[in-house]
């Protein structure tokens, strides 16, 4: 059973930025395929910024150029450091990662762009 915890999220005026930090446990191998999503109100969950099993990044165009996905495989932790945030990008932000057949989610952490 994995376990994913965030932490990062808060409040941050437009323009400013934040980081994203999400620690897996509870994995017998390093998690290869681990990313960001987020929900906003209304809205169904979308992909952010996503690693693939061959280790490439995927992000969504609307976060292209401001949003940079990283992590630590020795720590199992995926980051995601987010600038030029913008009040659309206001969500509850969530880990997601794919490991021996399975989905696991963290609890969100919420974020949250003032204009």
């Known amino acids: 059973q994995v376990q994913l915890v965030e932490s990062g999220g808060g409040l941050v005026q437009t323009g400013g930025s934040l980081r994203l930090s999400c620690v897996a446990s509870?994995?017998?191998?390093?998690?290869?395929?681990m990313g960001w999503y987020r929900q906003a109100p209304g809205k169904q969950r979308e992909s952010v910024a996503t690693?693939?099993?061959?280790?490439?990044?995927n992000y969504a165009d609307s976060v292209k150029g401001r949003f940079t996905i990283s992590r630590d495989n020795g720590k199992n932790t995926v980051y995601l450091q987010m600038d030029s945030l913008k009040p659309e990008d206001t969500a509850v932000y969530y880990c997601?990662?794919?490991?021996?057949?399975?989905?696991?989610w963290g609890q969100g952490t919420q974020v949250t762009v003032s204009s």
């Open positions: 690693f693939t099993s061959g280790g490439i990044t």
């Open positions: 509870g994995s017998s191998f390093t998690i290869r395929i």
């Open positions: 997601g990662v794919f490991y021996s057949g399975n989905v696991y």
